[in-house]
């Protein structure tokens, strides 16, 4: 007999807002959340506004893309990179 990923079935109410079960065979599915989004510029003055995603509910579990979904890599507190290599910087004035 093969169990889902429920909360019913394991007795945790919280795992059914963290899991999604599609049927017994199937894997979880993580629920993912944005954040809050960042207002950035590259060195063209160019402005892009990166979104700040929690993969998963209580966890401290981040990832990051611009509004079109292009994947940005975190660097520090002031700066994220494109998988072009170009170099964007937070702005404070926004």
């Known amino acids: 007999m093969h169990r889902s990923f429920t909360g ?3 007795g945790w109410k919280t795992l059914d807002a963290i899991w999604k ?3 017994p065979n199937k894997r979880p599915t ?3 959340r ?4 960042e207002h950035c510029r590259d060195k063209d003055c160019k402005r892009y506004k990166v979104v700040v995603w929690r993969e998963w509910p209580g966890l401290s579990l ?3 893309t611009l509004e079109d ?3 940005v890599h975190y660097e520090d507190e002031c ?3 494109l998988p072009s290599g170009k ?3 937070r702005c404070e004035d926004e």
């Open 8 to 10: 019913e079935t394991l």
């Open 69 to 71: 979904g292009t994947p």
């Open 30 to 32: 993580q629920v993912r």
């Open 87 to 89: 170099m964007l910087t």
């Open 62 to 64: 981040t990832s990051y």
């Open 34 to 37: 944005a954040l809050h989004t």
């Open 79 to 81: 700066y994220f990179t």
């Open 21 to 23: 079960s599609d049927g």
